[in-house]
């Protein structure tokens, strides 16, 4: 009987759609109406709510064809597609595209009787070449307005200087020769998860956490808010990973403290390349990179502002204004100010100082609180004789951190604090000075100071009381620290994209830092002792990359091949007294071929260098220790994957992917922490093998939502001489080898009005032991292990609209069962902690 009730409505709808009969009108005339939706009908056929993008096949695209793909829909109850099928196309790639843009479409269910039902239509997809605005079809504009508020028995309004399409039922939708940044990734050749933050800005975490939980990327936070945070990707770490924004070093912004200082409502994308790094962002990483983006679309006037506070004294708030003057003129402004004291309980050894014995206990952690404050302001200009794109900025960031304890959390400290600020200017310039080439340059100054002040006398307790005075000054070394560094740094970047054959297939990136390192202990300077921060520093950095990507088999085949090339020179003294230049290159290949529309494989190599940077080589004066002897690291990255994307099908909406990588390294640039200061050392051969597992499934109507990520790591020390020799075969120390995720999301729509929805989240992070030195050193019940770890997060966010307005309030619980948690080298996170946050969009 059920299929009965279901036939008779959908032959119904589609015997009314099929009497529609388009026509041209003038674009401000109001739609006629047809009788197919007449409310007395019974019938009220699906409206079109999410505008579908188009990416034009470059076939296409170089032949200037233009035209309409004539589809036939099948639509659930719930208003998503099903099903997708051409019933008249006009090749070239040109039909592929109309499919894939309707795959993620969003219609209104269609109503019989006031109840949703399962219907079919024809949607009639208009494929129409990008032009300047002057000399652009009069109405274009409109009709793309019109298409996506037209009911499905009324085509869109038609310009009537261009002939109507031909009469049959159906949308018209006006698809310009572009698509999303994400689309454009994720179905290229690159070894890339594209994460978009859209979701993400409602709920009250920060980028740490949706970078774990969503790409191959572990990240590992030593504490709690202003905490340093270790990404390691393939199982590189630190600056072998590089994270850019927008193009720069994230250290060229105001988020000089890291990833983890970056509010994440001012972030729209991240970008994370698995080892094999685009020739674009010009840079020299090993192991991958990560490249945030702030804006993907052209601005327009609006604000938004962010409160968030929670457990153990944590404030954030953050806002962004945009206001568009004209259509060349914009200015943008962003701000962020963060506090907390991170007082959270932890167990620690601690001593009774009457019997003298040492015993674990709870306490309070203490000094280690936390603020920063930032913001950045541009200017911008489009569209102007010579300038496609001309955009000023300046910025500022300052950071000011407490240090509670060592590296292993076995001393307090009750004195020790550190600080960094950062401010700059930029510059950003866009042109096409031929129809076959762009042009696109940045260039700006940056300066940060550094602080670390270690000159207190006394011994703290784990209670921060003072229980004694040492003979000498200072908590952590034998020598007082106070320590201030100047880094100022020239740099510029420049991308050219040219046209042979395929659509910007020809690509030249060029790239310089001129960096000068200057300082002063003021305690030695006090005591006219010699200071090695005193030294002057300087280090220029230059890459230069040249790639051509290739589209074979009507755009089933794209590869692209490329090389690269690295010079540094570094010098040290008020007359370079040493100098040395070093230079490497690099070369590589990614390469994806399509099964279907939605099934694709790819593969890449890339044999890269990392040059070591300056801290490296010459230590921070403070707690990381001068190694000038070390040499740049260089590997063999390759990856093999396999990608489904979004396929939408009766029972949901599935999407997943698989990656496999080795990475073979020589010379590898290594972090091992001492007791109270730490070096980097060269390694001389370590191999990693890694996998990485994620898999996506969403329910029609998007009411429930299954996500999963596992991640597994061998990485080992390979060494045949040196020091690290005698640990040949073990795995690297302080490196997670199995991480896995899981998040089931529930929605309810149109909870107290017809524009809101009420969200909730469960997530479950498992991390299992590893070793906290070489695996091969002491007896086996004496080996210090980070022991396994199994937290849970839950969030519950309510979002809705009221007069043009969005709000969004969201409740955090983050290891919300208070189990124990640890960083890398095993120092306890916070535990059970709760956080709220309101968001309004303007």
């Known amino acids: 009987m059920s299929i009965n009730i279901d036939i008779v409505p959908v032959l119904a709808l589609l015997a009314m759609l099929s009497n529609g009969v388009a026509r041209a009108q003038d674009a401000s005339e109001p739609p006629a109406r047809t009788s197919s939706a007449s409310p007395s009908s019974g019938v009220v056929p699906p409206v079109l709510l999410a505008q579908p993008e188009a990416v034009y096949p470059p076939d296409a695209l170089a032949a200037g064809l233009e035209g309409a793909v004539k589809l036939l829909l099948t639509l659930d109850a719930e208003g998503r597609v099903t099903r997708a099928e051409v019933v008249e196309g006009l090749g070239h790639g040109l039909d592929e595209a109309a499919v894939r843009a309707l795959e993620d479409a969003r219609f209104s269910p269609a109503m019989q009787d006031g109840s949703p039902v399962s219907c079919q239509f024809e949607f009639i997809h208009h494929f129409v070449l990008a032009r300047p605005p002057e000399v652009a079809p009069a109405g274009a504009e409109e009709v793309a307005q019109a298409s996506s508020d037209t009911p499905a028995a009324e085509p869109a309004a038609q310009p009537s200087e261009e002939p109507a399409p031909p009469a049959s039922p159906g949308f018209t939708s006006v698809v310009r020769a572009r698509s999303t940044e994400a689309r454009t990734l994720v179905r290229g050749s690159e070894a890339v998860d594209v994460v978009e933050l859209e979701k993400a800005h409602e709920r009250a975490e920060d980028l740490a956490e949706v970078l774990t939980r969503a790409s191959a990327v572990q990240v590992q936070r030593t504490g709690g808010m202003g905490s340093r945070t270790q990404l390691s990707l393939g199982g590189l770490s630190g600056d072998q990973v590089r994270v850019l924004l927008d193009g720069v070093p994230i250290e060229y912004s105001p988020y000089v403290y890291g990833l983890g200082s970056v509010p994440v409502s001012l972030i729209r994308q991240l970008e994370v390349f698995n080892g094999v790094v685009p020739v674009r962002l010009a840079t020299d990483a090993l192991g991958g990179a990560i490249h945030l983006r702030s804006g993907l679309a052209s601005p327009e006037t609006g604000a938004s502002l962010s409160l968030q506070g929670g457990s153990f004294g944590s404030y954030r708030g953050t806002g962004r204004l945009t206001w568009r003057a004209n259509e060349h003129v914009f200015m943008r402004a962003a701000g962020f100010h963060d506090r907390a004291q991170n007082d959270y309980v932890v167990t620690v050894p601690v001593d009774d100082p009457e019997t003298g014995r ?20 541009e200017v911008g200009f489009e569209a102007l004789p010579g300038v496609d794109r001309l955009v000023l900025n300046g910025y500022l960031g300052r950071y000011d951190k407490e240090v509670p304890h060592d590296q292993y959390m076995i001393q307090p400290y009750g004195a020790a604090t550190s600080a960094q600020e950062s401010w700059g200017l930029g510059l950003r310039y866009e042109v096409s000075p031929h129809e076959r080439l762009k042009v696109l340059a940045i260039a700006g100054y940056n300066q940060r100071v550094g602080e670390f002040l270690d000159a207190s006398d006394c011994l703290y307790d784990w209670y921060g009381a003072c229980r004694a005075t040492r003979a000498r000054a200072g908590e952590i070394g034998s020598t007082p620290l106070e320590n201030t560094q100047t880094r100022q740094t020239l740099f510029g970047r420049v991308r050219l994209l040219g046209t042979l054959l395929d659509a910007e297939d020809l690509e030249v990136s060029l790239g310089v830092d001129d960096s000068d390192r200057s300082g002063e202990n003021a305690y030695l300077t006090r005591l006219q002792q010699e200071d090695p921060l005193r030294v002057p520093l300087a280090l220029t950095s230059s890459f230069g990359g040249l790639s051509h990507r290739q589209l074979l088999w009507g755009g089933r085949l794209e590869n692209t091949v490329f090389v690269k090339g690295y010079l540094q020179r570094f010098a040290s003294g008020t007359r370079q007294e040493a100098a040395e230049r070093r230079w490497a290159g690099g070369f590589g290949d990614t390469l994806r071929f399509s099964l279907t529309r939605g099934l694709l494989f790819k593969a890449s190599y890339e044999r890269t260098t990392r040059m070591p940077r300056v801290d490296e080589l010459f230590g921070d004066g403070g707690l990381l220790v001068e190694n000038s002897a070390l040499v740049p690291e260089s590997s063999h990255n390759a990856n093999l994957g396999v990608e489904l994307l979004p396929l939408v099908t009766s029972v949901g909406r599935f999407g997943a992917n698989a990656v496999a990588g080795v990475r073979d390294v020589e010379n590898l640039i290594q972090l091992f922490p001492g007791d109270a200061t730490q070096a980097y050392e060269n390694v001389d051969h370590a191999r990693s093998f890694s996998a990485h597992a994620g898999l996506d499934w969403a329910s029609p109507g998007d009411w429930v939502g299954l996500t999963g990520t596992v991640t597994w790591l061998n990485f080992r020390n390979l060494a045949q001489d040196g020091q690290f020799a005698r640990f040949r075969g073990d795995r690297m120390p302080n490196i997670p080898w199995l991480q896995a995720s899981a998040t089931a999301r529930f929605q309810k729509r149109q909870l107290l009005s017809s524009v809101d929805a009420l969200g909730l989240e469960w997530t479950t992070r498992f991390v299992e032991s590893f070793y906290r030195s070489w695996e091969s050193a002491g007896r086996g019940g004496d080996k210090a292990r980070v022991p396994t770890q199994v937290l849970h997060f839950a969030a519950l966010t309510y979002r809705s609209q009221f007069g043009g307005r969005a ?28 956080t709220a946050r309101a968001t309004v969009d303007l």
């Open 358 to 377: 040492v015993s674990p206990r709870a306490l309070r952690r203490n000094h280690d609180a936390y603020r920063g404050t930032g913001g950045d302001i």
């Open 807 to 834: 709000y969004s309030f969201s409740f955090n619980l983050q290891n919300l069962t208070d189990a124990p948690a640890f960083d890398i080298v095993g120092v306890q996170k916070p535990g059970r902690a709760f």
